[in-house]
């Protein structure tokens, strides 16, 4: 299985909002709606920011929303701030039974 | 409040196992409907699944470790494990446990992680 795409970096301003995007085959993205975001801090372990596509779990902020349309699913930061600045990957379900992560995405806030 | 802590050897010859237990407190390992899961990540390097294991004892793995990788649980200490064999500094890396609901994709606890390093 190949890991899914994700950009290897995406900066914005404070208060801005950004995507990163999280791309797959119809084995994985396409076919389930299964796929979570993870922020994780240098250091620190991966925290659970979305999941199910567009779920948040409680505790996370409402600046972050997901979505997903065809092979490409989707997180998207609001109201971008100073401690957003982490690196995140996304994960899917595949046909195979078995999970695939993303490449990660290296968030800088200018 | 569940939590997981990850133990075992920092350090591992390469051609060895690599043997890692992720002791689970606050809920018990055998509690229906929950995924246990094991995830590395090499340093400064991305996230890699490695496998896991329902309660039931089913397991999945990732295709690239199939062939080395066994996942285990021990419901009389509330543990699951992972064992890695012939090891190579490729498999040097930042070793994590979860725990995934049925139903979701979301890994909602961690274990703080813990190094293996493979070398002679």
């Known amino acids: 299985q190949s890991a899914l795409t994700q950009p290897a970096s995406v900066s914005g301003s404070p208060g801005q909002s950004i995507t990163i995007s999280c791309t797959g085959t119809?084995?994985?993205?396409?076919?389930?709606?299964?796929v979570s975001w993870y922020q994780q801090h240098p250091g620190k372990a991966p925290k659970l920011m979305i999941y199910d596509v567009s779920n948040r779990p409680s505790g996370v902020s409402n600046r972050f929303s997901g979505s997903k349309s065809g092979n490409t699913a989707s997180l998207t930061i609001s109201g971008l701030q100073a401690e957003d600045e982490a690196d995140y990957y996304c994960?899917?379900?595949?046909?195979?039974?078995?999970?695939?992560f993303g490449g990660g995405t290296k968030l800088t806030v200018l | 409040q569940l939590q997981l802590q990850e133990s075992g050897p920092g350090l591992v010859k390469p051609s060895e196992t690599l043997s890692l237990t992720c002791t689970v407190s606050g809920a018990s390992i055998s509690t229906s409907s929950y995924f246990w899961v094991w995830i590395r990540q090499p340093p400064g390097k991305g996230l890699e699944w490695i496998g896991n294991i329902y309660y039931s004892g089913s397991t999945y793995y990732n295709p690239s470790l199939k062939s080395r990788v066994t996942i285990s649980v021990d419901t009389s200490k509330n543990q699951f494990s992972l064992k890695l064999s012939s090891v190579t500094a490729a498999d040097t890396a930042v070793y994590y446990c979860a725990r995934r609901r049925e139903g979701s994709s979301g890994l909602e606890y961690w274990g703080q992680g813990t190094l293996v390093t493979v070398s002679s």
């Open positions: 119809s084995s994985d993205v396409g076919v389930y709606n299964y």
């Open positions: 994960i899917s379900y595949t046909i195979s039974s078995t999970w695939v």
